[in-house]
């Protein structure tokens, strides 16, 4: 149900620090220079904020329907019922 709803998604990750063999090779002077900048770490704090309140639900809906934790064998459709049962179920406890 999602492919069909959802097109041209885009995936948010973080920022990362630049890898480790460039910071050995960097001397002691220019060690700032492979430190994120300011605007990479607000970046980086606003996405893991976001992350934190999108997965909750998900955890939720994952433990209180174990079902949704295993590998599917019934078919797509009657997974797409089984989800937006457990959604609905979320959304009527909000």
């Not at 990750?13 to 990479?40: C, F, M």
């Not at 998900?58 to 949704?68: A, E, P, R, Y």
Request: with cysteine; proline share 5%.
């Amino acid at each position: 149900m999602g492919n069909k709803i959802f097109s041209n998604v885009k995936f948010h990750v973080p920022i990362r620090k630049p890898a480790e063999y460039k910071r050995s090779k960097a001397k002691t002077s220019d060690a700032a220079l492979n430190d994120l900048t300011p605007g990479q770490k607000k970046f980086n704090k606003k996405l893991r904020h976001l992350r934190a309140r999108v997965e909750s639900p998900f955890g939720w809906i994952k433990t209180t329907f174990q079902l949704l934790g295993k590998p599917w064998r019934e078919g797509d459709e009657q997974m797409d019922y089984a989800v937006t049962l457990a959604m609905g179920c979320y959304n009527a406890r909000l």
